[in-house]
């Protein structure tokens, strides 16, 4: 089967598969996966499918603005609720399955205020490429029931992005995301202070126009910088402007990975230990 045969049949898979539910709320962040699951969840339910998302700390204030705008301007009906995740002692003491006690307080809320709005469903957005990582979250997500339609769907992040850019999505092209807890060593305390001192380091180094980036926290205050390789020799070319913005973020040490950027950085020392 053609490429073009195989990514039309997966979306065609993916709305029978959104319409058999009948009506969903779909766990938005305004990320390249969820906006096109919410998106088409709408082209096929209309109504019947509202948006959730949450708002916390450790999700950036340009995340939840993109999220409001997108809802706006396609007439989705849009949800926020606070999601208080520093209050859980597992979150805050950044244990190896933080995502996981996140995730099933975050849904927890979700199904309830889903009930009350009449929705029969709770989608979430992990695609087939989130099987590959560790990803506690998702242990939380089958234990609550709620439903992965993309993975169901077998589809895998580049013909999400593909399939987003035929749909016309402004996310088909965005940066991939993760909460920004998952920028802290495990076992080191997550604080609203560092979530603030990482939000405004990355928020920095997108303003000087990196396109996929990381800034990593290592103790009290160093950071450590993963950006695409082709891009390395951008950021040292700037590192004076870059040490001052960290600096100004909270950082007293800056440094660059030279490995790039790359997901789940933080899992490689899980990796390794149970190798």
């Known amino acids: 089967m053609e490429k073009e045969d195989l990514l039309n049949t997966k979306l065609k898979n993916l709305k029978a598969y959104l319409r058999s539910l009948g ?12 906006t096109f699951l919410l998106k088409v969840a709408h082209d096929v339910l209309g109504e019947k499918a509202i948006a959730i998302t949450a708002s916390s700390r450790s999700f950036p204030a340009r995340e939840s603005n993109e999220a409001a705008d997108f809802c706006k301007a396609n007439g989705i009906k849009q ?83 593909t399939l987003s850019k ?6 088909w092209n965005k940066q991939s995301f993760a909460c920004l807890a998952s920028r802290f060593v495990y076992g080191e305390e997550i604080t609203e202070q560092k979530l603030q001192m990482v939000e405004k380091a990355e928020q920095a180094l997108l303003d000087l126009g990196f396109k996929q980036l990381r800034v990593r926290i290592h103790g009290e205050n160093l950071a450590r910088i993963e950006v695409l390789p082709s891009e390395q020799e951008k950021l040292f070319s700037l590192r004076d402007t870059v040490s001052k913005a960290l600096r ?6 800056i440094t660059m990975d030279l490995q790039g950027y790359r997901t789940g950085a933080m899992n490689e020392v899980i990796n390794k230990t149970s190798n």
């Open 23 to 34: 009506s969903v709320a779909i766990a938005f962040s305004s990320g390249v996966d969820s």
């Open 248 to 253: 100004e973020a909270g950082f007293a040490y």
């Open 79 to 161: 949800i926020t609720i606070v999601s208080e995740e520093l209050n859980i002692p597992e979150f805050r003491h950044n244990a190896v399955d933080r995502c996981y006690h996140c995730k099933k307080e975050l849904f927890t809320k979700i199904i309830e205020l889903a009930k009350q709005n009449g929705a029969s469903y709770i989608c979430e957005g992990s695609n087939m490429d989130d099987n590959g990582d560790y990803r506690p979250g998702l242990k939380a997500v089958a234990e609550l029931g709620v439903k992965s339609p993309l993975r169901e769907c077998d589809l895998y992040k580049e013909e999400i992005r």
């Open 166 to 171: 035929q749909l016309e999505l402004p996310t």
